[in-house]
């Protein structure tokens, strides 16, 4: 499979490669569905800030500086107990699609989405919710370069 951007090639590989590593941004976007949610912010020692929001990170960022986070809507996991350790998104509209349903919400200044099952509990518009992503479900990007960075 090959990704192409504006006529440039941006990766080349099978489609489980592009799904599970996208090389940068515009695939991480453009390969899934709903894409994959993307946080502008700066990683240091205590986690990564965004939107003004210190986020604390399972694992540290491959480095420091200006990065992008990312992370797969099926791999949030939602808890409604706000004293556990994960980061507060206030819920702004629910989407139900049979099997699942699409929780979106605002990550400091970001638009969100959280893919639950259907079955699951879900929170109400308004609700502020806790969610956490296993380390191995993160994905860098260099904030100038939209390139991956790290593993």
Do not use: C
């Not at 006529?7 to 695939?27: C, K, L, N, S, W």
Request: zero cysteines; glycine letters at 12%.
């Amino acid at each position: 499979m090959i990704v192409m951007n504006a006529g440039r090639m941006e990766q080349i590989g099978t489609p489980d490669e592009v799904y599970h590593r996208p090389a940068t941004t515009f695939v991480a976007g453009f390969i899934g569905s709903p894409p994959m949610n993307l946080v502008r912010g700066v990683a240091g020692a205590a986690g990564f800030t965004a939107g003004g929001q210190l986020l604390p990170l399972p694992s540290p960022a491959p480095r420091a500086g200006e990065l992008i986070m990312g992370v797969r809507p099926e791999h949030v996991a939602l808890t409604f107990d706000l004293k556990a350790s994960g980061w507060p998104v206030r819920v702004q509209a629910l989407e139900m699609l049979g099997a699942e349903r699409l929780v979106y919400g605002t990550l400091g200044e970001t638009l969100f989405t959280a893919r639950l099952d259907a079955t699951a509990l879900y929170p109400k518009v308004g609700d502020i919710v806790n969610i956490a992503v296993a380390p191995s479900q993160l994905h860098w990007f260099d904030a100038a370069t939209s390139a991956r960075v790290g593993a």
